[in-house]
């Protein structure tokens, strides 16, 4: 099924595009591939075109035996069609330890490339270590430089067409680009109408940085998540006043804010639903009561701060960007 979904250049070249809307992979607990499997199929047989992964989700083989599938039975013509993200984990967050995660990620998604590689958080922990990390043993300083030189390598050598970062400040940002040869095509933060990074994209916009939004609904369900974007009442106000949902109001808000967004559903019903909001807008009005919503981050990354961490507080790792 076509749909019209906006794409959004990237750092590099005019040919280069993100997809605004994308579906997001990341189940916790974790569910069966089989699941995992099927639900990527249907989102590409109704329209979806960006899958984002990443290593830790467990879910890029998922992902590449639903394009496999969805080619076979004619959903798409070929991978080109689509745009696959994933990511770097912590323990592979080490010069010499890109490029071998970088080819297992494409080896687990049966692709010769992928589209978009970030790295997942600016964290290192020791090599190996993808789950139970100890705060006092595993932690490792990050070397941005080394790591992002890594970074580019593989987009020269055509393994990723572009590379970026994700849970980036501002600061951390400025880190990396006081010595990047490329810049960041892409930093995918936490953003939704109450958690709104007006600085953040407002740096990335005079960077030529493309935000792309995690949780664009709050993450209700998950480990951190809030229900605080879905109950609003001003985003209730506006979503009942339009006749559309409380998640359509948040979903395009984002793309009127020129922002990539995964969303992430295995219900098909609001699989479906989440594929409408390209033909119509949010008024001026409505948009300046989304501006004027209080703001509070949700996701303020306990696992990476504390004693033996390498950020002692929520606000050292974040910057005060909280």
């Keep these: 099924m076509e749909i019209s979904n906006p794409v959004l250049p990237l750092q590099g070249s ?68 689509l745009f696959i993200t994933s990511k770097l984990w912590c323990c592979d967050a080490h010069h010499d330890l890109v490029l071998p995660s970088i080819q297992k990620s494409i080896k687990n998604l049966n692709l010769e490339y992928i589209d978009l590689y970030l790295i997942h958080w600016p964290v290192a922990v020791k090599p190996g270590k993808y789950y139970g990390i100890d705060k006092e043993q ?70 030529g940085i493309i935000v792309a939004a995690y949780s664009p609904l709050g993450a209700k369900g998950s480990f951190w998540g809030t229900n605080r974007v ?41 699989m479906k639903e989440n594929l409408g909001i390209f033909d119509w807008k949010l008024s001026p009005d409505e948009l300046k009561k989304i501006d004027q919503i209080p703001q509070q981050r949700g996701y303020l990354a306990l696992e990476f701060t504390g004693n033996g961490a390498p950020f002692k507080t929520p606000q050292e790792f974040w910057d005060d960007e909280i």
């Design 230 to 270: 879905m109950e609003n009442e001003v985003i209730k106000e506006i979503a009942d006043a339009k006749g559309k949902t409380i998640a359509q109001v948040c979903l395009r808000w984002l793309l009127e804010q020129g922002a990539s967004f995964i969303v992430k559903s295995f219900n098909k019903e609001r």
């Design 138 to 207: 595993d932690f490792l300083p990050m070397d941005f430089k080394s790591v992002w030189e890594a970074m580019e390598e593989c987009q020269k050598l055509g393994l990723v067409k572009s590379i970026g970062v994700s849970n980036f400040t501002c600061k951390k940002l400025q880190t990396l680009l006081a010595t990047a040869k490329i810049l960041p095509a892409v930093n995918q933060v936490e953003m939704n109408p109450i958690w709104q990074q007006k600085k953040l994209r407002e740096f990335c916009k005079e960077k």
């Design 14 to 81: 005019a040919d280069k595009t993100i997809p605004a809307l994308g579906f997001g992979t990341a189940t916790f607990p974790f569910v069966s591939i089989e699941t995992t499997k099927e639900a990527i199929l249907h989102a590409i047989e109704l329209g979806y075109r960006h899958f984002d992964s990443a290593t830790i989700y467990q879910t890029e083989q998922p992902l590449g035996q639903a394009i496999s599938e969805a080619i076979s039975l004619g959903f798409i013509k070929s991978r080109e069609e």
